[in-house]
């Protein structure tokens, strides 16, 4: 049985995620605040982490960073506040999905479905040592690592499989839909702007070679190296 962590300062909200999540068949674990949430982690392992950014004592952001310090756990998180500020601060620090309240409980399960499957199966699909290079940069797909002008660049997990899959199909055309069908998966439930702001962080990360990610406005992105 999958253990998932609810982590919110709303005892109703965390009641109803219960309710849908045991439903789903998830042994569910809560957490009033970070801290709580933190100490949880180094006791015990989840498969997923559902994680609510305002809260007392520690907010979510600040106990995603302690949590990942110490374990690689998947984490959804939930946020009153859709702007771009608080996505691209999610992703930079691993997230793999951002949900805006109020949300859907059944999407919710939706989405912890694909998290929890694609993490289970992610490491499976390299089978030999592969590796892309072009100029400075150099793409490891079998070790999942993306090196700089020499300097190893920190990417989170939906960071490489995006990068991996444009290099995969460097030179071609893809448009936003196969895209997100492709690496986020055919039954992803997310915004489109999770895509855009997942563009912005990999051309952060790749630093002068983020030339290479081309826009094509009005059908989609295509790495052109």
């Known amino acids: 049985m999958k253990k998932i962590l609810v982590v919110d300062d709303e005892e109703k909200i965390r009641a109803i995620i219960r309710k849908y999540g045991e439903f789903e068949g ?18 015990e392992d989840f498969d997923v982490i559902i994680l609510d950014v305002m809260m007392p004592e520690l907010d979510g952001f600040s106990a995603c960073r302690e949590i990942k310090k110490q374990k690689d756990i998947p984490v959804i998180m939930l946020s009153a506040r859709g702007e771009e500020y608080d996505r691209l601060h999610g992703f930079e620090l691993g997230i793999d999905d951002y949900v805006v309240k109020p949300f859907s409980p059944k999407e919710l399960m939706m989405r912890v479905k ?47 499989d995006l990068l991996f899959y444009l290099v995969r199909n460097r030179n071609i ?11 986020w998966g055919y039954d992803y439930y997310g915004d489109e702007r999770t895509l855009d ?29």
């Open 26 to 43: 998830y042994s569910i674990t809560e957490a009033g605040d970070g801290m709580e949430a933190v100490m949880l982690c180094r006791k």
């Open 197 to 225: 702001t997942h563009i912005k962080l990999l051309r952060s990360r790749l630093g002068e070679y983020r030339r290479f990610l081309v826009t094509l406005r009005g059908v989609g992105y295509r790495f052109e190296a």
């Open 173 to 183: 055309a893809l448009e936003r839909e196969r895209l997100i069908t492709e690496v």
């Open 114 to 160: 694909v998290v929890t499957d694609r993490n289970g199966a992610r490491g499976t699909a390299e089978t030999e040592h592969d590796i892309f290079r072009t100029e400075g940069l150099c793409i490891d797909f079998t070790g999942r690592t993306v090196t700089v002008d020499g300097t190893r660049a920190e990417l989170s997990p939906k960071e490489y």
